[in-house]
Antibody, heavy 117, light 107 residues
Framework: VQLQQSGPGLVKPSETLSLICTVS????????WSWIRQPPGKGLEWIGY???????NYNPSLKSRVTISKDTSKNLFSLELSSVTAADAAVYYC????????????WGQGTTVTVSS | SSELTQPPSVSVSPGQTARITCSGD??????AYWYQQKPGQAPLLLIY???ERLSGIPERFSGSSSGTIVTLIISGVQAEDEADYYC??????????FGGGTKLTVL
């Protein structure tokens, strides 16, 4: 399985950040998928995941602004983060989560997102 | 939400054993996972379910667990092991959480 991230690297304040993670090598249907971010010079922050069943779970600190969805016909999943501020600037990663044993064993290449007008 | 606490830094000489701890209430109920991240790279899963080593990960990496503390153990540390290490678990609502990360320096 490989993950290819796409989306704009520059987002204006108050607008919505949208990223896509395209999955190759296997069907998206049998796994769970997650988004993680890392502000410059800081640690990893879990954003949320979409379970193989389609249910979602989000970081409580971001829950009001986050939507993670998937498109099984295109074998991709996506992240939307609304009302962004400078604090949302980070490297954003998508990752595949192992359903039975847990952990995220395949990661995308990362997308650096800058928030600026 | 639950927190996971890691020491900011650990230093060891080559060939020695490095131990990186991760503590938090969530660990008494949920498994821990360990990731290695080198500069400019995505994280790499090393250990899952507290003590299981992912296929392809060198045997010098191992995990242990006791109550609310899990430990990543790197035996015979090599220069290439210098990296940031993160623990990850889940809280009671199944929200995932990362520790703050530990920078391993090989002297």
């Amino acid at each position: 399985v490989q993950l290819q991230q796409s989306g704009p690297g520059l987002v204006k304040p108050s607008e919505t950040l949208s990223l896509i993670c395209t999955v190759s090598g296997d069907s998206i249907s049998g796994y769970s998928w997650s988004w993680i971010r890392q502000p410059p010079g800081k640690g990893l922050e879990w954003i949320g995941y979409i379970y193989y069943s389609g249910s979602t779970n989000y970081n409580p600190s971001l829950k009001s602004r986050v939507t993670i969805s998937k498109d099984t016909s295109k074998n991709l999943f996506s992240l939307e983060l609304s009302s962004v501020t400078a604090a949302d600037a980070a490297v954003y990663y998508c990752a595949k989560a192992r359903v039975t044993t847990g952990g995220m064993d395949v990661w995308g290449q990362g997308t650096t997102v800058t928030v600026s007008s | 939400s639950s927190e996971l606490t890691q020491p900011p830094s650990v230093s060891v000489s080559p060939g020695q054993t490095a131990r990186i701890t991760c503590s938090g209430d969530a660990l008494s109920k949920s498994y821990a996972y360990w990731y290695q991240q080198k500069p400019g790279q995505a994280p790499l899963l090393l250990i899952y379910k507290d003590i299981e080593r992912l296929s392809g990960i060198p045997e010098r990496f191992s995990g242990s667990s006791s109550g609310t503390i899990v430990t990543l153990i790197i035996s015979g540390v090599q220069a290439e092991d210098e990296a940031d290490y993160y623990c990850q678990s889940a809280d009671s609502s199944d929200a995932w959480v990362f520790g703050g990360g530990t920078k391993l320096t090989v002297l």
